[in-house]
């Protein structure tokens, strides 16, 4: 992550939280973590509220495209209801419009009928045959608890504290990172690295048995990639690493996450390091993809940034969400460079790969 970056199923709550308080211990089995996560409550939306219920009606339709490899399922008007993309847990249901929006740093609005979720399983082709997709799609489509766009909303500025039934206040209006005392503004002002687990003040036991401890300074604060694990990992239960090199799921970091081989390349990096090459297009973004920057060349051949793609604004142009330094924390906004992945913006300019996780 680059000095300008850091200026610039149903979700369920970790168990390790209950555990932790009732057993006073920073170490529990899967096994155990399971069991308590179905006992916690779902977490409400706070974005704007939800019309109707959106209803499968008439006859549906399947259909197969490329560029990456899909499966489109249509309503009998031709309308897209959900996309599914080969090799990616994440799917993108059509459901009630809502209106994102960021008034204390940006006049941008996104107002989407997409509805982005992770499928239990990665998508291959046939598998709207499967019991897990039935079963999963019959629970998911027209399902109006928090998706990722509205967690992610859920950690803007002035974002109201959400807190589980044992006190962890585990949503709310996040920072980006500690202030640096060796920075200044304009150069790595505040401190990157903190995760999900140092944002919750808890410790968190990943897959592997290896536990992780909170740094107090860092209470509160999430740096890019720890945005992307606390939405994909910690509230929509996507496997996570240790680090870029220990356990197995989503790495720590947004070059880890950018190289790893999981789900879909939608836009592959290509050129030289250390500059890399822009995309000629991004026509085949989609609502929940994870998009990557090259914004330091102190960081070498790193990408250095990761956000999430939103869609459209009401203004045409494609925004994306991410942790950055200049609003110490996640956002849409437009200080430090607008979040516009169109056009020749400082985003725009180094966005340099995409994935479909």
Known sequence: MSAKAKRGSRPVLHAATVLALLAGSAYFTVELRKEEQAKLPAIQAVTDRPGKSTALAGEQTWERLQHPDRSVLRADNGDVLATF?????????????????????????????????????????????????????????????DDLFAMAFQYTDQAPVKQDDVGVKYAGDANFGPINPEGSEGNDYRLEESDFYDYLGIPYTFRDGTTMQPQPLRARSMDCSGFIRTLFGYRARYPLMVTDKQGDGLPRTANGMARSDLGADIISLTGSAPKYSRPTSIDVLQPGDLVFFKLDNRTKERLDHVGMYMGNDTDGHK????SREEVNGPTIGDKGGTSRLDGNGYYASTLRSAKRL
Request: aromatic share 14%.
């Open 319 to 322: 925004i994306f969400i991410s």
């Open 85 to 145: 993309t080969d090799l990616a847990r994440t799917a993108t249901l059509t459901g009630p419009s809502r209106t994102f929006t960021e008034a204390a740093n940006t006049k941008s609005r996104v107002v989407t009928e997409n509805w982005v979720r992770l499928m239990p399983e990665p998508w291959k082709k046939g598998a709207e045959k499967e019991k897990w997709f039935k079963d999963w799609f019959k629970d998911a489509f027209g399902n109006e608890e």
